[in-house]
Structures are given as structure tokens and as C-alpha cells.
């Protein structure tokens, strides 16, 4: 089955990827990643499109990239996915992967973008305990660092770090372990598919804050730079 994944860059696509490889049913065609237009980075994680590009290189699957405005609403945004999804629908895709995991309002989102097509979107990490997906993350060798923490949620130290098990046991016990409330979100520089993994140096710590709902909310971000060997 014609399929495409949503490559966030971090370690639950990854997971996502690594189930999809490892079933006959479905043929992973194309990874798709949304990117800031002016800062030439991955939405929300603020990742480099040249450390995007080093994962797909390494990944070795077909990808699109959807360029972003800086600013638009959220009708703005499901316009242009809504179109790219629409293109992928008539190039006859039948699947289109999302690494989801309990956020039942996103769910819902996504199952209305894709009700009037033929492509059927599908979360292989919904509703599994995420205390047990990060272990399988960590235990397949997927390796994630942090490079973004809701300022709110979690200390700037975590930045930086490796997804291992030190980092659960550092973790306070009100945080989802996968961060799937938006805790903290992460960059995948290895997994068992990578070809080889992606070189980088840890950057400068910047803090940014966003208005949603009249309500400002702060990240703290690590800028990852692309290293060559």
C-alpha cells in the first residue's frame, strides 16, 4: 500500500518509520516535514533544514518539504496541508502516517482533513502507554537529543540531552515520558534505518515565546549546527 509518513524529525516519527519498515503491508514512499519559509526550520522543533536534509540523506526515502509563512492561523495552515495532502491524494497514495500517541483533539483534526479523500490517515503509536514506547525507542537504538523544552514544564538543563534512560530518571514525575503534551520535542540523529548517523554540534540556547489564545508560552531551544566529517 502506497504510503507516506509526517517526518517531525524527532524520535516518535522515528518510531513510526521503524514500524512501517517493518511491515509488508505498507511501502513507505515519501516523508513529509513541515519548515518554517523565513527561518528555514522545522516547525516547532526549530531544527535546520540542512539537519533535515542530513536525515533524509541517511533515511534514504523520497521527501517534500511544505514551506510555511512565519505567521498564519490555524485556517491557514489547514488550507496548505489540506492542498498538499489533496496532490499526494491524487498521486495515489493510500496511507498517510502520523506518530500520534493520546492527543485526542489532533486525532480528531487529522481525521477531518483527510475525510473527503481516498487516503487514509493512520497513527501506529496511538493509545500505546508511553511508558512503554520510550523504552522501545531507546532499546531499538533510535537516538534523539532535546532541542526544544516548554519553559513552563521543564528546566533549560534538559536541553541538549540524550533520550536514555538517565533522562527518564531525571524526568519530574508530572511529564509525560515521550513529551506528548509538548513537554519537550527532539531531534533523531540515528536508528537502525539511517545509513549512517547525522553529525552535529550543540549551539547557541535562545528562549522564544509564542501567543496562543491570548495566552504567551515560552521554549527554551538548542540550535543544532551540521558538522561534516
Request: include cysteine; proline fraction near 3%; glycine fraction near 4%.
Amino acid at each position: 500500500m502506497k504510503t507516506y509518513l509526517n517526518w517531525s524529525s524527532g524520535k516518535d516519527s522515528a518510531l513510526a518509520l521503524h514500524y512501517l519498515l517493518n511491515q509488508d503491508k505498507y511501502s513507505t514512499e515519501l516523508l513529509l516535514t513541515t519548515v518554517n519559509r523565513k527561518d528555514n526550520r522545522v516547525n516547532a522543533h526549530g531544527i535546520r533544514t540542512s539537519l533535515l536534509q542530513e536525515q533524509f540523506k541517511n533515511i534514504q526515502i523520497p521527501f517534500q518539504i511544505v514551506e510555511l509563512p512565519e505567521k498564519l492561523t490555524h485556517e491557514e495552515y489547514s488550507k496548505i496541508m489540506e492542498q498538499k495532502y489533496k496532490q499526494l491524494n491524487d498521486k495515489g497514495f493510500e496511507y498517510a502516517v502520523f506518530g500520534d500517541i493520546f492527543l485526542e483533539d489532533i486525532h480528531n483534526y487529522r481525521e477531518q482533513q483527510f475525510s473527503h479523500l481516498r487516503t487514509k490517515p493512520i497513527f501506529p503509536l496511538w493509545k500505546k502507554d508511553t511508558n512503554y514506547l520510550i523504552y522501545e525507542i531507546i532499546d531499538l537504538g533510535i537516538k534523539a537529543i532535546v532541542v526544544c523544552v516548554n519553559a513552563s514544564k521543564l528546566d533549560k538543563s534538559f536541553l541538549g540531552r540524550v533520550i536514555d534512560k538517565g533522562f527518564l530518571k531525571d524526568l519530574p514525575k508530572n511529564i509525560d515520558p515521550c513529551g506528548e503534551n509538548g513537554e519537550y520535542h527532539t531531534f533523531c540523529f540515528d536508528a537502525p534505518f539511517f545509513k549512517n548517523p547525522v553529525n552535529f554540534s550543540a549551539g547557541e540556547i535562545v528562549f522564544r515565546e509564542y501567543s496562543h489564545d491570548e495566552t504567551k508560552i515560552g521554549f527554551w531551544f538548542c540550535d543544532l549546527l551540521e558538522e561534516t566529517t
